[in-house]
């Protein structure tokens, strides 16, 4: 029985630790941007650091609710501050802070609605003047009428004659 119940008490708290840490994890990378704002204000304490500080809460508080549009936009908001200097910090601390924070927050999804590698199905014809006179190669000779279309004798020809 005590056998059982250990076994059992060992699983339910790695489940525990598995959803629970992936949750953590996902809120650590705004924590270091948050930890290494406060190392640059302290070693660089000129301007306003406080409108830094409410974006980065915003971001947290959006990574801690799941909002993905809040995480990016507040997200998006502090970068540009650092990149316009604004609030008067100091340009060393801005860039050094920029480049850590693009570095250690997650990459963005791609949301494009055309899709990176082609599937069955979803090829397009492509579609060619009929007819067409010109030249394949500049200064050769011009196409006989009907075109030049090397691929109905599966000939290549490079002098277009």
């Given at each position: 029985?005590?056998?059982?119940?250990?076994?059992?008490?060992?699983?339910?708290?790695?489940?525990?630790?598995?959803?629970?840490?992936?949750v953590l994890a996902a809120g650590t990378w705004a924590d270091e941007i948050v930890t290494a704002a406060t190392f640059y204000k302290s070693s660089y304490p000129t301007g306003n650091w406080a409108p830094?500080?409410?974006?980065?809460?915003?971001?947290?508080?959006?990574?801690?609710?799941?909002?993905?549009?809040?995480?990016?936009?507040?997200?998006?908001?502090f970068l540009k501050m650092l990149l316009r200097r604004s609030h008067g910090i100091n340009d060393v601390a801005a860039?050094?802070?920029?480049?850590?924070?693009?570095?250690?927050?997650?990459?963005?999804?791609?949301?494009?609605?055309?899709?990176?590698?082609?599937e069955i199905g979803t090829e397009r014809p492509l579609s060619v003047p009929d007819h067409t006179i010109n030249t394949p190669y500049e200064g050769r000779r011009a196409c006989k009428p009907g075109g030049c279309d090397y691929w109905l004798d599966d000939v290549f020809d490079p002098g277009g004659s």
């Open positions: 029985m005590n056998r059982t119940l250990a076994i059992t008490l060992t699983v339910v708290l790695g489940v525990c630790l598995w959803t629970g840490g992936s830094y500080f409410e974006k980065l809460m915003k971001v947290q508080e959006g990574i801690g609710r799941g909002d993905e549009q809040i995480v990016k936009v507040e997200m998006d908001h860039d050094e802070l920029y480049n850590f924070a693009i570095g250690v927050k997650p990459p963005e999804p791609l949301t494009s609605a055309v899709p990176l590698d082609p």
